[in-house]
């Protein structure tokens, strides 16, 4: 397996969950993988966001519930720090259904998985992320999406608004349509009759017009801003 960065490096993983044991075992399992490393472990969310200052991991693995300070808010001051700016965060849940969920994708998680993901898919799940893409699995995303926004929430204050879907072009609203709906480039590459890409140009562009930091931002903003229907099966 190739490593994330170019010099040939490992992947920095950090790992953030309040039980031990779960921490242990993802360490053993992150550690068996040729090209990632764990450069720290953490308890709580407080702990997580000390230590990605301190061993500037490429990629945090961060439970959605935790003590102190719970991986919301963990992400939240992460996304918000400047110097950790490359520091990417996979969130954890115990449900595909934790509402919970859109908030940690608001706050900057680039992801999320359930805890009962099997090794394979954890390690494939953190080096997607590690490379700059979203996790963001169509079908169970975009419901959890349509639930929670059926229901009468507070807009968050650093969520992009909807109105500022007026600097984008037609064709950007269309390729932001199907990036909310969980399309990857060559899918909406497809879907629009463009090349590959010219589909990455339109969303790298989307996503500086609208200050989403990557395309799990540019999903929940697509259900916010109207573009896709929430209950509509993607």
């Known amino acids: ?17 309040d039980q031990a044991l779960v921490r242990a075992a993802f360490a053993m399992l992150v550690e068996s993988a040729r090209d990632m490393q764990v ?18 991991a490429d990629l945090i693995v961060m439970d959605i519930r935790m ?20 520091v990417k965060v996979l969130m954890l849940t115990t449900y595909d259904t934790d509402e919970h969920v859109v908030e940690a994708l608001r706050a900057g998680a680039s992801g999320f998985l359930v805890k009962d ?20 699995s169509p079908g169970p995303t975009a419901r959890l999406i349509a639930r929670v926004l059926r229901q009468p929430a507070t807009p968050e204050a650093d969520a992009p608004a909807p109105a500022s879907l007026g600097a984008l072009s037609d ?8 990036v909310a709906r969980g ?20 969303v ?9 930091r990557d395309r799990a931002q540019l999903v929940i903003l697509g259900y916010e801003s109207g573009l896709v229907t929430p209950g509509l099966t993607p």
């Open 67 to 86: 003590p102190d300070l719970d991986g919301i808010e963990a992400t939240r001051l992460i996304a918000a720090d400047e110097d950790l700016a490359g």
């Open 117 to 136: 993901t099997r090794p394979a898919e954890l390690l494939d799940a953190i080096r997607t992320v590690a490379a700059g893409e979203s996790l963001l």
């Open 183 to 202: 399309l990857n480039n060559t899918e909406v590459a497809e879907a629009l009759g463009l090349s590959p890409l010219t589909a990455k140009t339109h």
């Open 39 to 56: 450069v720290g472990q953490a308890g709580t969310g407080r702990e997580a966001v000390d230590l990605a200052r301190a061993e500037r």
């Open 1 to 17: 397996m190739t490593p994330v960065h170019q010099d040939g490096s490992a992947i920095r993983v950090l790992l953030a969950d």
């Open 204 to 212: 790298s562009r989307i996503m500086g017009k609208l200050g989403a």
């Open 171 to 178: 064709r950007e609203r269309q390729v932001l349509t199907l």
